[in-house]
């Protein structure tokens, strides 16, 4: 059959003729996955993505949001704030998403954050800047974390080093708003204990090498150094620091002290460093959920990637919003969230179990796969800290710590 | 205060050694081809990649996987010599070194995109500095200081002594007067080219060796090496040598005396400080 002029008008024709509700029906809610794909967040990016994915086709299959389907347009951020613009650019203007989720490293999420705030959209995301908090970033209150912010990391390497036994904690940080950030959380956690704080050294990243700034904290002989850092200056870091010889402990966010560092340095290197992530809401239900869609998607267990328990959380709280909501507009929704997440409330851990007792009128309260997922005042969570000892290049976790 | 002093006075001379590799590459292709080739840095990253797979995957030693290095650097200094720059001579010295740029970031994506963001170390032993009372060394740090005097005493020989070096240096000198006399400018250039790019692997290479292989070990020298080119004037071999020696030293005193936030500062101060003060850097006679 060929496509004649008569054929096509007829058919345009036809679809115009369709009822309009079905047409509505076909309309979908749209959301952009902006994750690192490649980049120093390779490692979590890409499970990120099919947990958002994974968790929209649960929301889907249960009927969708306000009847409608959610619609996911995946990007990558490259891990770099140049590319993850370009990208945030393209899913709001041409794609038309009503909001972001899982931009990962706050170089990242503070490039993009103005962006959805000029859109007048929400922006979830995973990175630990306390910028991200507040004005001029969240100006709009429109940024929700679902990742601890880097105080709060600070906060827990406070309650590690005491913990441990730690006296002389001297503190290096990467030059930028997450390294500064940690190391500033737990000086202040430390010194509202009643410690000393020892020296401190804020370093610029891409060089090639530290060992001017390593002997300098080393010159003070601290007993822990507590790092702000991300995995490339912390691999220089530590084979300097191992050339030296100079015993000293190390307690380190888990984004720079992961297995990729074992495997630069060796088990050697690495033996006896404390590694610090959130750890996910592991006994809830929500994660066991969670857990299974991400073996399906990765072939891993879901504990494997923190991220990804976030994205999913991320997914399911904003479709809860919007059934809350009973809107599609950014400022209903927004203002459903917490209602949705928040004690107090019938605790739910799946969208349908939430959108049938919305439907019932019952206020409810998500727990999520990441953590309990409770907002505060700023858009933040509070999660779990797990901590790791790194022993013949195995991470093995210790202890969990509560702030 | 005295001991810091004369531990970051060793560190500097050490780096400053090392980075007297690549810096002698990039001002010995400005000093025949007048042009600044800013693609150095990706060439240091594509020589630590290359020596890097030298010794990880063929099992090379290090003198060996040194050779890698250069080699394969000369070839990929070659290919952004005749695909990018060449094409763009008669556009000027802007054009070319614009072009470098531009090859440079083409280089060093094809690695990201060979190779991934991993960063990959070499398979040596990680040892223990040498300690001499309050100072210490490391085995690594010194025996990367002599591979690159060793380096460095090569290319003397090679320029002092091979015919295909005195050429070069009299194009470097004259040019006018070498073409005069028979010197065939092609052969010179792509030779200079290849010993440029190829010095500027063995730079990367033993940057590599000292921290970490990953697509940005260029990256974070090519301020330094232009520091270094500059200081010493751009063109003048002995130049390099003392420029970027007194650069290793500046940059590790620095942290001494200032927040090491500043320390990338340096490459920038001296830049300027010399473009203002003393364009022609300490040896050089040509740059104006």
């Known amino acids: 059959m060929s496509l004649t002029r008569r054929l096509v008008l007829g058919a345009a024709a036809g679809t115009l003729a369709v009822p309009y509700v079905v047409r509505a029906q076909a309309e979908t809610f749209r959301i952009g996955a902006l994750n690192p794909i490649t980049g120093a967040g390779s490692p979590y990016g890409t499970g990120m993505q099919r947990m958002i994915q994974a968790a929209v086709e649960a929301i889907n299959s249960a009927g969708g949001v306000n009847g409608r389907r959610i619609e996911v347009f995946a990007e990558d951020t490259q891990t770099s704030p140049q590319a993850a613009v370009l990208a945030a650019k393209k899913l709001i203007e041409v794609n038309r998403v009503r909001a972001i989720l899982g931009t990962w490293s706050s170089g990242v999420s503070l490039a993009v954050i103005p962006l959805t705030n000029e859109a007048d959209i929400l922006l979830m995301h995973t990175s630990g800047a306390p910028a991200l908090s507040t004005p001029p970033a969240n100006a709009k209150n429109l940024g929700y974390r679902y990742q601890a912010t880097n105080d709060r990391f600070g906060r827990a390497f406070a309650e590690i080093a005491v913990r441990e036994g730690f006296r002389r904690p001297a503190t290096m940080a990467f030059n930028n708003a997450s390294g500064i950030g940690n190391t500033d959380g737990f000086r202040r956690a430390w010194a509202a204990k009643g410690n000393q704080n020892g020296e401190h050294v804020v370093y610029e990243p891409n060089q090639p090498s530290y060992r001017a700034e390593l002997l300098r904290v080393l010159s003070t002989r601290p007993d822990v150094i507590v790092m702000g850092s991300f995995l490339p200056d912390t691999t220089i870091i530590l084979r300097e620091w191992f050339q030296t010889g100079t015993p000293v402990k190390w307690i380190i966010p888990a984004w720079a002290a992961n297995p990729q560092l074992v495997q630069a340095l060796g088990p050697a290197v690495t033996n006896g460093i404390i590694a610090v992530d959130s750890v996910s809401n592991e006994g809830a239900e929500a994660f066991t959920a969670y857990d299974a869609a991400y073996r399906r998607a990765m072939n891993q267990p879901g504990a494997s990637n923190v991220y990804a328990a976030m994205t999913w959380d991320m997914a399911n709280t904003l479709a809860l919003a919007i059934e809350q909501a009973k809107s599609f507009e950014t400022a209903a929704i927004n203002a459903a969230i917490r209602r949705v997440a928040n004690p107090p409330g019938e605790a739910v851990s799946a969208f349908a179990a939430g959108k049938a007792a919305i439907a019932a009128g019952r206020k409810i309260n998500y727990e999520g796969a990441s953590s309990v997922l409770d907002f505060d005042e700023f858009g933040d969570v509070t999660p779990d800290f797990g901590v790791f000892f790194i022993e013949n290049g195995q991470f093995n976790r210790r202890y969990v710590v509560k702030i | ?288």
């Open chain 2, 1 to 288: 205060m005295i001991e810091a002093l004369l531990q970051a006075l060793i560190n500097g001379v050490i780096a400053g050694t090392i980075l007297a590799v690549p810096a002698l590459g990039f001002t010995a292709i400005f000093a025949v081809l007048n042009y600044p080739n800013f693609a150095i840095g990706a060439l240091a990253t594509v020589g630590a990649y290359a020596g890097w797979a030298g010794n990880t995957a063929l099992g090379l030693p290090m003198v060996a996987a040194l050779a890698l290095a250069f080699a394969a650097t000369a070839v990929a200094g070659l290919a952004v010599q005749w695909v990018a720059v060449k094409p763009l001579e008669s556009a000027g010295a802007l054009m070319m070194a614009i072009a470098s740029l531009a090859a440079g970031l083409v280089l060093e994506n094809a690695l990201r995109f060979t190779f991934g963001n991993d960063l990959r170390g070499y398979d040596l032993p990680l040892l223990r500095d040498w300690r001499f009372g309050e100072f210490r060394v490391g085995p690594q740090q010194v025996q990367n200081f002599a591979l690159a005097l060793a380096a460095m005493a090569l290319l003397w020989a090679f320029l002092r002594y091979s015919r295909t070096g005195r050429a070069m240096r009299a194009v470097a000198d004259n040019r006018d007067l070498a073409l005069l006399r028979g010197v065939d400018p092609v052969r010179v250039a792509a030779v200079t080219v290849a010993v440029g790019a190829g010095l500027a692997g063995m730079g990367g290479m033993l940057i590599g060796l000292d921290t970490s292989v990953d697509p940005l070990v260029g990256n974070r020298l090519i301020l330094s090496i232009f520091a270094a080119a500059v200081l010493g004037g751009l063109g003048s071999i002995p130049g390099a040598v003392a420029g970027a020696i007194a650069i290793g030293v500046a940059e590790e005193l620095a942290v001494l005396a200032f927040n090491p936030a500043y320390r990338l500062v340096v490459g920038f101060v001296v830049i300027l400080a010399v473009l203002t003060l003393r364009p022609a850097g300490l040896f050089g006679a040509r740059a104006s």
